[in-house]
């Protein structure tokens, strides 16, 4: 990675609206961060300023207001994929859509599409902070995260904290949905992690690219014909499409960190994640190369995602809920953690 150095101020500004939902923005010389707060608390722009690049996807039909552009059925089960633009969500309580004790939960839950509230909390020449929280409507959780950024830093630092105000034990999925985009990956990109287990998820239909069901060390892996090949290799965006969801795993035991990049070779830019393994246990990797031409992409998303969860993906949520594979927890418990992001060049 290569350090670059300047003397610009932090600055935050809450004078934005889009769509007529607020918007925050957080910036310093080489980051310029856009923050949703009406909706979801999405970080939609994510923006490296030196080369003046989003790292994150737009989908063409832009970022839309709930409270003003709705299907006349809106009591449906896929209202993300309705609303969904790209950017970075934070997902909460769920992923797959189900009865969980009566309450019906639609899919990847409720929090990354109702209003958060926030503060401006630190706002100085070397730091400025900004505090997020909410609370779904039809489970008791409160959920609250600080996002900063200091001056002479290409780091996004984020600390949260979650809270069960129930008097019961929950169970949930708990992700951050980050999904990178065009033109960052036009060229490809390489995938470097701490993680050394990849399994394929078997319920995606073709074309994809790894083979279904199936477990490996990573970067190992094959295609559907039973061709081996380095799975952290993303091809160029002229390669032919395709789709497909797996999950790497088994982080470092010793210190409970995680980690990835995910970098661009010609372009000289990457992207730099770390989070708590013991808390985040699985990365999700999703690829959808305009490969599914039916809803909700109609043939025009192109992302790679790499997306820190509490566990993976399932058909089955009642059962692996049973398998104690979801997040649980206890009536009143708080639950901290912390990650970043930062942009970085390559020399």
């Known amino acids: 990675m290569q350090t670059i150095k300047s003397n610009q101020d932090c600055s935050v500004t809450d004078d934005w609206s889009l769509k007529g939902m607020k918007v925050v923005y957080l910036e310093n010389a080489f980051l310029r961060i856009g923050i949703l707060a009406d909706r979801g608390s999405d970080i939609f722009e994510f923006k490296y300023k030196p080369l003046d690049l989003d790292f994150l996807l737009r989908l063409d039909k832009g970022i839309q207001n709930p409270a003003q552009v709705f299907t006349q059925m809106r009591d449906t089960h896929n209202q993300s994929e309705d609303y969904y633009y790209g950017g970075w969500q934070e ?7 189900f009865n969980y004790r009566g309450a019906s939960l639609g899919l990847h839950g409720e929090v990354s599409l109702i209003p958060w509230k926030y503060a401006i909390v630190k706002n100085t020449a070397e730091e400025v902070a ?4 909410t609370r779904p409507l039809r489970m008791p959780l409160l959920i609250e995260k600080t996002l900063s950024l200091e001056k002479n830093s290409a780091q996004l630092k984020i600390t949260e904290q979650l809270t069960n105000e129930s008097g019961t034990q929950l169970d949930i999925m708990w992700g951050h949905h980050i999904a990178f985009g065009l033109p960052f990956l036009n060229e490809g990109a390489s ?3 701490n993680a050394k287990t990849m399994e394929v998820h078997d319920d995606i239909v073709a074309p994809r690219r790894y083979k ?4 490996y060390n990573w970067p190992q892996a094959e295609d559907p014909t039973g061709k081996a090949f380095d799975a952290s290799v993303i091809p160029d965006s002229s390669a032919p499409a395709y789709r497909d969801l797996s999950f ?3 982080f470092d035991s010793a210190t409970n960190k995680a980690h990835y990049t995910i970098t661009n070779a010609q372009q000289k830019v990457g992207f730099k994640v770390n989070w708590d393994a013991n808390l985040f246990k699985c990365l999700w990797l999703w690829q959808e190369r305009n490969a599914s031409q039916d809803f909700p992409w109609w043939g025009k998303c192109y992302t790679v995602a790499l997306e820190p969860w509490t566990s993976k993906y399932t058909n089955e949520p009642d059962k692996a809920i049973q398998n104690g594979e979801w997040l649980s927890i206890k009536a009143g418990e708080v639950i901290s953690t912390s990650l970043s992001a930062e942009a970085f060049q390559t020399k």
């Open 91 to 97: 997902i909460l309580p769920n992923s797959p859509s």
């Open 130 to 133: 900004v505090k997020f929280w």
């Open 191 to 193: 995938i470097d992690t």
């Open 212 to 215: 279904a069901g199936q477990t």
């Open 248 to 250: 790497l795993s088994n």
